[in-house]
């Protein structure tokens, strides 16, 4: 099964709540942090969701 490997770039300060918990359930808290997720729907819409905060790499 495919792998994105997600790193956050920007920070989460002064971000609408829920986009900060949506980081969070990714596992990224801080700026360089990185998560390697399954390819899947749920990890899609995330990724949709915060993407102008993130950088994702297919593995």
Known sequence: MAKLRIKLVKSLNGRL???IATAQSLGLHKIG???VQPDNP???G???KIGYLLQVTEE
């Open 17 to 19: 709540d829920n986009h």
């Open 33 to 35: 942090n990185e998560t």
């Open 42 to 44: 749920q990890t899609r």
């Open 46 to 48: 995330k990724i949709a």
